[in-house]
């Protein structure tokens, strides 16, 4: 059971350089989000999806894009990377509402 | 929307004491409020939750009490382990629409052998 798997698991990337990171569950989940993890600062909600080609807005969206296309796999792009964007980010999936999340191991991200 | 306020931000403990981390939440219709460990390096994980039916519940050495009235919660760790390290999020959550659970910001829990 893989369960959720974000890639890359570290990277640095230079200001104004774009990524993309993808989240796969393997669980057949229809709910995913996209945190951001900041000490003192917890879990922050990026954006969220409730479902394939669904996609919506959450407490921190801007300088972020999402892409729900397939069921399993949920992506989130920065086009263009500042400093306030290093942090560490968590996927999570949820097979309904009221039910555990499921996280994924991370990304760390460096932004120089 | 829904607020979550969780105390303290750290918290350390001789081994064998216990623990108790308390949560506050504002939207009177959450319905779930799960628990989540997250040890270093790693992502968080359940480890005990509770509906709104229910006022207590117990795992072991953990357990989760509900003050639907107060609208508060609280995480019970009893007979601490060096192993119980690490940081904790309480979260909120209700049925119905797009559901987002709402996170704490989290609590270092330090356990001294």
């Known amino acids: 059971n893989a369960g959720v798997t974000q890639t890359p698991k570290f990277r640095v990337l230079k200001t104004g350089q774009s990524m993309t990171l993808l989240c796969a569950q393997d669980m057949n989940h229809e709910y995913m989000y996209w945190y951001r993890q900041d000490p003192g600062m917890g879990l922050r909600l990026i954006h969220y999806s409730v479902g394939e080609g669904t996609t919506a807005k959450g407490e921190v969206p801007d300088g972020y894009n999402v892409s729900r296309l397939k069921k399993q796999n949920f992506l989130l792009g920065l086009e263009s990377a500042a400093p306030s964007q290093t942090s560490v980010y968590f996927c999570a999936s949820m097979d309904r509402p009221n039910t555990e999340a499921f996280f994924g191991q991370g990304t760390r991200l460096t932004v120089v | 929307g829904e607020n979550v306020e969780q105390h303290p931000s750290t918290l350390s403990v001789q081994e064998g004491d216990s623990a108790v981390i308390k949560c506050t939440y504002s939207?009177?219709?959450?319905?779930?409020f799960p628990w989540y460990k997250q040890e270093l390096g790693k992502g968080p994980q359940l480890i005990i939750d509770?509906?709104?039916?229910?006022g207590e519940k117990k795992d072991q050495r953990i357990a989760v009490t509900l003050n639907k009235t107060a609208k508060h919660f609280s995480l019970h760790i009893t007979e601490t382990q060096p192993e119980d390290s690490a940081v904790y999020f309480c979260?909120?959550?209700?049925?119905?629409?797009?559901?987002?659970?709402?996170f704490g910001r989290g609590t270092s829990l330090i356990v001294h052998p």
């Open positions: 509770i509906r709104s039916n229910v």
């Open positions: 939207d009177s219709a959450s319905n779930y």
């Open positions: 979260a909120a959550g209700k049925s119905g629409g797009s559901y987002i659970p709402t």
